[in-house]
């Protein structure tokens, strides 16, 4: 059973701190994604990375893939209020399956 | 333009019912999805139809049974509603189910079973 494990599973920080997100797997995936939810929404994509230590940004969101494909990393400078939310990463496994294996999620606080 | 919608958003309904969840997405994609978020906020794949196509089926009661009329709708039909099956559903759209996984998610249908 291929798995996503998300740490932290909980923060809370203080407007314009940095954070990372990590998301873990023993497993490889074909892509990386990472969603935003909030709450009484469905997810909404942010990133899709596909190449072993690619590094994608936006704005103040850097998102990384491990060079193994096995894991990856969320970057966040500056927290805002905004920023508030699930974040939830999403493997894309190998085999030519169509099945998204979604990870555990973080819930990231940000206080004014 | 709403790109993937569901109704109702909240259902609230007795043990033993049968309910219905309807999803329409106007994105013009090929494939649709059915998940189930529990109360730990953990998104699982319960469903996935292709041009009407049943191509994924994960182990799910078979109280649960999905139906695409076309390729822009799937609904998802309950039968025997149990306590456990509270939880958020969420409907989801993508191109292609096989060179990408990028999905679009509607709101969500949140189910309480009392």
């Known amino acids: 059973t291929q798995l996503l494990e998300q740490s932290p599973q909980f923060l809370s920080i203080q407007e314009g701190e940095n954070l990372t997100v990590y998301c873990n797997s023993s497993?490889?995936?074909?892509?990386l994604q990472w969603y935003r939810q909030e709450p009484g929404e469905g997810p909404v994509l942010l990133v899709t990375?596909?190449?072993?230590?690619e590094v994608k940004k936006l704005k103040r969101l850097t998102f990384q893939f491990g060079d193994a494909r096995k894991d990856s990393s969320l970057h966040i400078t500056a927290a805002q209020p905004g920023d508030t939310g699930l974040y939830l990463c999403?493997?894309?496994?190998?085999?030519?399956?169509?099945?998204?294996?979604f990870g555990t999620g973080t819930r990231l606080q940000v206080f004014p | 333009d709403t790109a993937v919608s569901q109704t109702p958003k909240y259902l609230v309904t007795q043990m033993g019912n049968d309910k219905s969840i309807k999803c329409e997405q106007n994105l013009g994609h090929d494939t649709m999805y059915w998940y189930k978020q529990d109360s730990k906020k953990f998104l699982k794949i319960m469903f996935s139809y292709n041009n009407k196509e049943l191509i994924i089926n994960e182990t799910v009661p078979n109280r649960f049974s999905p139906k695409s009329p076309d390729k822009a709708h799937l609904n998802l039909h309950i039968n025997s509603l149990e306590l456990g099956d509270s939880a958020v559903y969420f409907c989801?759209?993508?191109?292609?189910?096989?060179?990408?996984?990028?999905?679009?998610f509607g709101p969500g249908t949140r189910l309480t079973v009392t």
């Open positions: 989801a759209s993508s191109q292609d189910p096989y060179q990408g996984y990028e999905q679009y």
């Open positions: 999403a493997g894309g496994p190998r085999g030519g399956t169509d099945k998204l294996i």
């Open positions: 990375v596909v190449t072993g230590g």
């Open positions: 497993s490889v995936f074909s892509s």
